[in-house]
């Protein structure tokens, strides 16, 4: 797998110094709704640290860049900003360039060689949800499964997929999300991702901490957000171009 082999050929290449990270706010959310979606975010940036559980796996930073909720661009860093990968993808087609084997390829996020890139077990619009810190569907969407439980938690139930069920669970003190849950019809947990340490940025919450527990590969993804930039244009094409000379394999 791309994903897991980029960690392990630079196990050895990347920085293990822990870079500050400023007092997360303890500041609670003065919202009567539960954060479903965040509809006033066009254009996000974030940047950080990834993280793999995966057996000598190392860390490497990453910058993220969403525009509105159909279009995704990734680039993966090592030591003093050496470019290791950059993903770029839509709905219909990505581009994956992996610039330490100077090699490319071009398809479908359908296909099997997205998921072995990011092996993240959601269609891509739901991705892009959720590094959004959203819930995959809309709120009409699901329906309330602890009703009239007197918890700290708040969570709902979406069941209209022949495939799996999926749980949501918000925080009830200040109505943010704490966890999206996956499961298939036969019960058996496919994803679960956890949102953690909650900082406000403008007038949304996010949290530094995004937790991709992936069932099937019995591994963790981690992605420690340090920065987060809304609503700024971008100042080019997400789409990037190839160098010359690197030989595109269309899947």
Same mark, same amino acid.
């Given at each position: 797998m791309y994903f897991k082999y980029l960690f392990f050929a630079f196990s050895f290449l990347i920085l293990t110094s822990c870079s500050s990270v400023k007092k997360i706010?303890?500041?609670t959310t003065l919202s009567n709704n539960y954060q479903f979606k965040k509809e006033n975010v066009k254009q996000l940036v974030i940047t950080g640290k990834i993280n793999s559980?995966?057996?000598? +796996? +190392?860390?490497?930073?990453?910058?993220?860049?969403?525009?509105?909720?159909?279009?995704? +661009?990734?680039?993966?860093?090592?030591p003093m900003g050496m470019l290791l990968m950059r993903l770029y993808s839509t709905e219909k087609e990505f581009l994956l360039y992996n610039a330490f084997a100077g090699e490319a390829m071009q398809g479908s996020p359908?296909?099997? +060689?997205?998921?072995? &890139?990011?092996?993240?077990?959601?269609? &891509?619009?739901d991705l892009i949800s959720l590094m959004r810190n959203e819930t995959p569907f809309n709120e009409n969407d699901y329906s309330e499964y602890n009703l009239n439980q007197d918890t700290k938690e708040k969570i709902y139930k979406y069941d209209s997929n022949q495939d799996f069920v999926e749980f949501v669970v918000f925080d009830n003190s200040n109505k943010l999300l704490k966890q999206v849950q996956r499961?298939?019809?036969?019960?058996?947990?496919?994803?679960?991702?956890?949102?953690?340490?909650?900082i406000k940025i403008e007038e949304?919450?996010?949290p530094k901490k995004i937790i991709f527990d992936i069932k099937k590969e019995n591994m963790q993804i981690s992605f420690d957000c340090e920065n987060y930039i809304m609503n700024k244009p971008f100042d080019k094409s997400l789409k990037f171009g190839l160098p010359s000379g690197v030989k595109v394999n269309k899947i």
């Open positions: 706010s303890e500041e559980t995966q057996k000598n +796996a +190392a860390s490497a930073s990453f910058k993220i860049e969403i525009f509105d909720k159909d279009t995704l +661009a990734m680039s993966l860093f090592g359908e296909s099997n +060689a997205f998921s072995e &890139f990011l092996p993240i077990p959601v269609k &891509f619009h499961k298939s019809r036969e019960d058996k947990e496919s994803v679960n991702v956890i949102f953690k340490d909650y949304f919450y996010f």
